[in-house]
């Protein structure tokens, strides 16, 4: 009899400690855990992803660290090999950091969920919990009378034994369920804590190389050879002309007329297409050329399963999907991250750059041999009128929630979203046998 009373003190305490415990260890004074178990998933949701876009958002860099960069870009050798290959490295390292912050705020997310259903389980037996402290606490204060000191009440003791070799089970296994239950919200909390931690270190070193991206762009922008003042009067010309344009056919090819710098980068687009199809012998491209070149190395046709994924990001509508609106897509959509970087796919000439009706901002790079690659849904544009530009090279900036763009998809939220297409002869064409299979797997999310 005294081994029973002595489980039963044993559960009593470790019941208690455990009920007492739930609160401190797993405290989060984030505002999603401070909605508390019964809170509205929906408004949990929203808190948490409110809290994960702070973490990001408000880093920035110091003035110091500004400085440094600043330093480095003007310290690097200035050659066109070197400026080229910096800007692109960097804009893949800016990438790959997009997909892994997106990759930590699933997990999170995840996480998120999962202490979610923890903490209601335990909200859920809370007042199951409380009653069977209440009868442990009552049976402690009024214990059955032991045998040997008074033998007249052994029936009471025998009754109470009954009793207690009915609830110690189930007490028993209760308290085991919660207790296990606690730790694995303790190690829940241990580990969104590690993502957190990786995520405001892939946050900072993103803000530092876009950072760079910037410089390095600026940097790119006062070695062009056409004066502002000519680009300027260009872009005018060009704004009018894509107002009374009607399509993307007769906006490119109005450009290539009408604009000196569209034309001359039509021209060069053809000229380097003539020069790759005269080698005789070529083999098949392995790679797209050095980071020197001044035009392309590997004509757009010779260039299928080379080309870099334009941003990071998951793709929600693919080339001859229905666009909802009874037709075709005639590009590809992907849903980027706020703010995320776009680079350009191929090599070739910027022939227009600019908003255009339903479009938004439109970047249109003559990639020679008929062929044309059209970017939409950007927020900012960071090329010009007539400038080359390599496969990777950063040449825009999403914006921080879904603008107007022909790709525009119902995603049920407010997310940036970037149309890709890709043309020939003024056609739509599928751009799916083009993309490299590493950007292809990580622009497929």
Do not use: C
Request: proline letters at 4%; charged letters at 25%; a neutral charge.
């Amino acid at each position: 009899m005294p081994g029973r009373f002595a489980q039963v003190a044993a559960l009593t305490t470790l019941a208690v400690a455990l009920a007492a415990s739930a609160p401190s260890r797993a405290v989060d004074d984030s505002p999603a855990a401070s909605a508390g178990a019964a809170a509205d998933p929906a408004a949990v949701k929203d808190a948490r992803q409110a809290e994960l876009e702070a973490v990001a958002r408000d880093i920035a860099l110091s003035g110091a660290r500004q400085a440094e960069l600043k330093a480095e870009i003007a310290a690097l050798d200035k050659d066109r090999a070197t400026l080229n290959q910096t800007l692109i490295d960097t804009g893949k390292r800016v990438q790959a950091l997009e997909g892994q912050i997106g990759a930590t705020e699933t997990r999170l997310a995840s996480l998120g969920r999962d202490e979610q259903a923890i903490r209601a389980s335990l909200a859920e037996r809370r007042d199951v919990l409380a009653e069977v402290l209440a009868a442990l606490q009552r049976m402690g204060r009024h214990p059955p009378p032991a045998i040997l000191v008074r033998p007249e009440d052994a029936l009471a003791a025998i009754h109470s034994a009954m009793l207690l070799g009915a609830v110690v089970p189930d007490l028993r296994a209760a308290a085991g369920k919660l207790s296990a239950d606690l730790r694995q919200l303790v190690a829940l909390k241990d580990e969104m804590e590690r993502e957190r931690d990786r995520l405001r270190a892939d946050a900072t070193a993103l803000v530092e190389d876009r950072t760079r991206v910037q410089l390095l762009v600026e940097e790119k922008r006062k070695q062009a050879d056409a004066s502002a003042a000519a680009l300027a009067d260009e872009g005018r010309r060009a704004a009018e002309l894509a107002a009374k344009a009607t399509n993307l056919k007769d906006l490119i090819s109005g450009m290539e007329r009408q604009i000196a710098a569209a034309a001359e980068a039509a021209a060069a687009a053809e000229k380097a297409t003539a020069a790759n199809s005269a080698v005789v012998g070529k083999a098949p491209a392995t790679s797209l050329g050095n980071a020197d070149r001044l035009a392309p190395a590997v004509n757009f046709a010779d260039a299928r399963g080379l080309l870099p994924a334009p941003a990071s990001g998951a793709v929600i509508r693919r080339f001859g999907d229905p666009d909802g609106l009874g037709a075709r897509a005639q590009g590809i959509s992907i849903a980027t991250r706020a703010g995320a970087q776009v680079s350009s796919p191929s090599d070739g000439w910027v022939v227009y750059a600019g908003p255009f009706r339903s479009y938004g901002q439109l970047l249109i790079i003559n990639a020679g041999g008929g062929y044309h690659v059209l970017l939409a849904g950007m927020e900012r544009i960071d090329v010009q009128l007539g400038q080359f530009v390599l496969a990777g090279e950063p040449v825009a900036m999403m914006a921080s929630q879904r603008l107007a763009s022909a790709g525009a998809v119902n995603i049920g939220s407010s997310q940036p979203v970037l149309y890709v297409e890709f043309r020939k002869d003024g056609t739509s064409i599928d751009p799916a046998p083009w993309w490299a299979a590493s950007s292809l797997e990580k622009v497929g999310g």
